[in-house]
């Protein structure tokens, strides 16, 4: 029930009223304006990054004093503290003119915009609206002690810092964002595992040998092959630690087949996203008492007279610094450099403005630069690796495009095919750049897409089809025009495919894995163009995930773990091998750094 109510609000504004009449000059007057609201509980949305946020604003005696988020499809963790920080500002402060939040820019305007919109329901906008607040989610650093330093709050660092708590450690993450989860958090989260549980179930045979082939043959024979048999010996028995002690729900029937390896052997958690592994690792962290210092960013690592790694200086977002000592030791896991465009392209080239990139803002190479300056050796730098797939906008790795795993079949303005579909990630998004309009046109259908796990990611195509880069048509005809596709000779191509198709072989490309026909609606056609998506070269480390220098030899005190390093894929990355490498090395790094 409406509490009805009219305030009256003085908006003692200064007019200056100009008039054409003669003997009249300017005058000054003050003009009263009346506003009247109602308290009330009232709606609102605004897109966000991924759709739109929708509020129920209650407002009562001229106040804010409750704002309830109806419903939301951004992404947990990632934009968790736009939800924690912006909400409370706004009822605090009775403004809506708040920062946004670095890193969840996007949902904290949407966030906000709802907000808005409720209150402009209301009538009552522009009474809301002061001076800006600053919102502030910093965790304060201080000069402090702990056994063992994890830089970076993804993946490797998550997983370091519970094994050394494991082992006894006393931990501490530093995250130089608002949030954890770097990467690892917008990832697929699948994984390769030889032998493991859901092979069994499916009866797959596979081997530690074969993934060990795989995955050189992968890297064009350029990895450190002690690095990947490490990996190989331990990422099964790692798998199971992170379903049994991390606590991660994997689905026990269905294995991603990613391109190179030889049988489906990627591990597919829950809801086939990151947020899975990342909300799990966090949850054991927590569990753990492992505190994780937020928007502190590590700049330094500091050593001792014979060179060991004694510590870092860490920076808040104020700029105020603070040495950590590390008693044990540092694990660096701060990931790799595909956000900084400029070291991409320092160390390789070839990646020119045409490449977007898949990488969180934090992939920016500190750990790297910092392990540089004290003397540590780096690897392949230069093995910079694109996907092929990706929002031709933005830059996002489209998991919608998984479709092509399933069967969709890759198209070009001209509408015919121009790669194997399964190819290696460099070999496709090279093809693609060399295509009219420098991109590519995934197309399936009906058939393809019930078989596929796209399901999981309809906000995506929601969010694609909003903005033209996805068509869903009841023809081939149809779809081809929203993209101007030659429409003949993608009818043509097709009915060559289907019957490449029903003879089991791709007389064209030699597919190598889902032949399937394209023949029952609805067609969908998916706009893509490759973007930078992960960093092969890094920090050189040895099978103890130690840091090694120009010299061969290990630095004291210094551990590295995930795609801050290099040396484990060679020139290339299989899908599903960067998770596997993080949760290995990660496991490593930070047992060892506790001893
Ligand atoms: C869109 C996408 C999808 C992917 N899908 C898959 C997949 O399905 N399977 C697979 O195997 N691989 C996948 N990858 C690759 C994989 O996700 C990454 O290689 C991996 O997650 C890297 O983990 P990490 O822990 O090393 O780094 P990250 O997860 O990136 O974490 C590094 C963290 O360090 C922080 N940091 C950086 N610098 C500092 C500093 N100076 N001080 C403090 N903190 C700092 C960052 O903010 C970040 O939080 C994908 C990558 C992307 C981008």
Redesign the pocket.
């Known amino acids: 029930m409406f509490k009805k109510r009219s305030l009256l609000l003085l908006m003692l504004s200064f007019v200056l009223l100009f008039t054409l009449s003669v003997g009249c000059g300017g005058d000054e007057e003050v003009a009263e304006t009346e506003l009247s609201f109602e308290d009330g509980t009232y709606t609102g949305s605004s897109y966000g990054h991924n759709a739109d946020i929708e509020v129920e604003v209650t407002v009562e005696d001229e106040e804010i004093s409750d704002i309830e988020v109806l419903s939301h499809k951004e992404t947990e963790i990632l934009t968790d503290p736009a939800f924690e920080e912006i909400i409370p500002a706004i009822i605090e402060n009775n403004n809506t003119n708040v920062d946004t939040i670095s890193g969840a820019t996007l949902t904290s305007s949407g966030l906000i915009g709802a907000v808005e919109a409720a209150l402009e329901e209301a009538g009552a906008e522009d009474y809301f609206k002061g001076e800006v607040v600053e919102v502030d989610n910093a965790s304060e650093i201080s000069d402090s002690s702990y056994d063992v330093v994890v ?7 998550l997983v370091s810092a519970i094994e050394a708590n494991a082992q006894g450690a006393d931990v501490v993450v ?4 608002p949030f ?5 958090l ?6 390769n595992a030889p032998n493991s549980w859901v092979q069994d179930n499916l009866d797959i045979d596979d081997s530690v040998e074969q993934f060990v082939e795989d995955t050189l043959a992968g890297g064009d024979h350029e990895a450190d092959e002690d690095l990947v048999r490490t990996l190989a010996e331990n990422v099964t028995e790692d798998g199971e630690w992170m379903r049994d002690y991390v606590g991660v729900e994997f689905i026990d029937d269905y294995l991603m087949h990613f391109g190179g390896h030889e049988v489906a052997r990627a591990l597919y958690p829950v809801g086939g996203s ?1 947020q899975e592994i990342i909300s799990s690792l966090a949850e054991r962290a927590k569990a753990d008492d492992i505190p994780i210092k937020y928007n ?4 330094e690592l500091v050593t001792d007279e014979e060179g060991s790694v004694v510590g870092v200086v860490a920076e808040d977002h104020k700029g105020e610094t603070a040495t950590i000592e590390a008693k044990d030791g540092v694990v660096l ?4 450099f595909g956000a900084n465009i400029d070291m991409t392209q320092e160390y390789n080239p070839e990646i020119d403005d045409r490449y977007n990139t ?3 803002a ?3 190479g ?2 790297i630069l910092m392990a540089k300056e004290i003397g540590a050796d780096l690897v392949d730098m230069e093995f910079i690796q694109t996907y092929p797939a990706c929002d031709t906008q933005t830059g996002h ?1 489209s998991y919608v495009a998984d479709t092509r795993f399933d069967g969709a079949i890759k198209v070009n303005k001209e509408g015919e095919r121009f790669v194997e579909e399964l190819e290696r990630r460099d070999v496709v998004s090279e093809a693609i750049l060399d295509q009219t309009d420098s991109v590519g046109y995934l197309m399936w259908d009906n058939h393809i897409k019930e078989n596929s796990n796209m399901d999981n990611y309809m906000t995506e195509f929601e969010d694609l089809k909003k903005r033209d880069q996805i068509v869903k048509a009841d023809t081939i005809e149809e779809a081809a025009e929203f993209f101007d596709i030659d429409a003949e000779q993608l009818t043509e191509t097709i009915e060559q495919y289907n019957e490449y198709a029903r003879q089991g072989e791709d007389e064209d490309f030699n597919r190598r894995g889902a032949l399937l026909e394209l023949k029952e609606g609805p067609y969908y056609i998916q706009k893509i163009a490759p973007a930078i ?2 960093t092969m070269g890094g920090i050189k480390i040895n099978e103890e995930a130690r840091v090694i220098d120009t010299d061969g030899e290990p630095i004291e005190g210094l551990y590295a773990a ?3 390093t290099g040396g484990i894929h060679g020139a290339n990355r299989l ?6 490498d ?1 949760i290995v090395f990660g496991r490593i790094a930070g047992g060892n750094a506790a001893k």
């Not at 830089?151 to 660092?157: C, I, L, M, N, Q």
């Not at 917008?186 to 994984?191: H, K, P």
């Not at 896991?333 to 790799?336: K, V």
């Open positions: 830089v970076g709050g993804g993946g490797a660092g530093l995250e130089k964002m954890i989860g770097g990467n690892t917008v990832s697929g989260g699948e994984f990151g502190t960013e590590v700049t896991a701060s990931g790799g898949t990488n969180q934090g992939s920016t500190d750990g790795l998506h992960h995930g795609e801050v899908g599903g091998n960067a998770i596997a993080l």
